[in-house]
């Protein structure tokens, strides 16, 4: 099989390295819009050669998209109109609602399947790409129903080439639910970066007494927003009822600190604390 | 030397470790109010033996107070009152303005020696010991000049011996510093985790797409209340203040995405960025 990855950055690159090595396809073909990427690409063994999209598509078994969500919705389509009725195009974005409305109705519809591995860093372009990064953890595919069942299938095999445990979820539910688990934690850390690095403007040192603590809750502030802004806009409603959400607890905490409520500060740890149950 | 330690969690624990270890002292007495607590440090070896207060007190050249801030503000007049003028107490604590007001005019005050070694990790209780716990971290003395010369020459040695970077401070700047560096990113979790908690109670799969970006960010979560309690109330004004910044930083990203500004949003996760210069 010849794969085809148009964005040769942090998912495209690690998925690259994972399919290869599990032999699920035998020839790479690479694009990036920024010509040092695709180099890079080139020269670290990610893809065997870059091509212009037009030559990629032509030339490829299944095309995946791992562009950042604004990219991918202007390229699908347009990819779309070029496939045969073999070829399968799937992408990887971060949400999903919004991109499969968008080509719903087009001919090619069922060439197309809606997926998002749900792995990553904070890092960002081809030398961030890593060997198994996608091992253990869950690969969704959207809407399958809407899909051509060989092409669901195919992907289905491909995200289990990546030992990633495979769920089929509606789109609008996968974007509420990634707001919760993925896209919260990227603004929180936002914010705590922005509130340390305000107060470092007149405090020189106060990143000497940082430790680890630190360092985990504000690791996804490293995240660029090229790929951020994107996904943040498009999942925008979710978003934002889940930071009221998370507003609201805020809140909860400053009243009962402000009121010496130890009870409830101390309910609020302790339930809290459930979260030993999923996080190891 | 011999040193005693009351409260053998992750921190005396794992203190007992590195100095045993470095030959900082030949002899480690423990105790802890839990007897479960006191007999599992006997026999994972984190201690040579368990001693009541009284004579462990009596019996160490240097003793190391590793218990949550409220019972040090109740303990420590009272091994004050018990010492020789040659012996030391040392404390770890997250808080440091309240505990050393406390003691101020304690005739014994030059013998305590206000101190915070900056590291831990979300566990608790001495099987969360740990060697290397505080290589290459911050440990901070406080109000140096009103201990003893050759007290804080000590417990200095005694950081060097664990490979700390010894930082001297004002109490009151501590409390400042660390309410912006650790204590805010307790809240944050917490409140993190109990926003995804609660939509658990719907959506009982919610955890299966959770990756490594939630479980960084949430992972002080599971920090304890008997803790973080004390912690969170002794340094009420400065957490107070610090979480009025983060939830304004919090609002600004709220009203960037209510009014489809992502410039804005551009801009906030750029800034952001900067924070790359001091997590690797």
């Known amino acids: 099989m010849t794969i085809g990855i148009i964005g040769l950055g942090l998912i495209g690159g690690s998925m690259a390295i994972d399919l290869r090595r599990a032999k699920f396809a035998d020839h790479f073909i690479g694009s990036d819009r920024s010509e040092l990427n695709a180099q890079t690409a080139l020269r670290i063994g990610l893809v065997d050669e870059i091509l212009p999209n037009e030559e990629l598509i032509q030339k490829s078994d299944l095309i995946l998209l791992a562009v950042p969500v604004n990219a991918a919705t202007r390229l699908l389509p347009e990819i779309l109109d070029k496939i045969n009725d073999n070829q399968i195009v799937v992408d990887i974005c971060s949400t999903k609602e919004k991109l499969v409305d968008s080509v719903h109705y087009h001919p090619k519809r069922k060439n197309y399947v809606a997926s998002h591995p ?64 993925s896209h919260l934690s990227h603004v929180i850390s936002f914010a705590l970066a922005l509130t340390v690095l ?12 940082a430790s680890g603590g630190f360092a985990s809750t504000a690791r996804l502030a490293k995240s660029n927003s090229d790929m951020w802004v994107p996904i943040f806009m498009q999942n925008k409603q979710n978003l934002l009822s889940v930071m009221d959400s998370y507003m609201e607890r805020l809140t909860q905490f400053k009243k009962a600190l402000e009121e010496n409520d130890e009870q409830t500060l101390r309910s609020l740890i302790d339930d809290a604390n459930r979260i030993k149950r999923y996080l190891r």
């Open 118 to 181: 749900m792995a990553g860093t904070e890092f960002n372009g081809p030398w961030a790409a890593v060997p198994n990064l996608f091992a253990g953890k869950a690969g969704i595919i959207c809407n399958a129903e809407d899909s051509d069942h060989n092409a669901v299938e195919t992907v289905t095999k491909m995200y289990d080439a990546l030992n990633m445990r495979v769920i089929y979820m509606r789109a609008s539910h996968h974007d509420v639910h990634t707001a919760y688990v």
């Open 198 to 209: 305000d107060k470092e403007k007149n405090e020189k040192n106060i990143f000497d007494l």
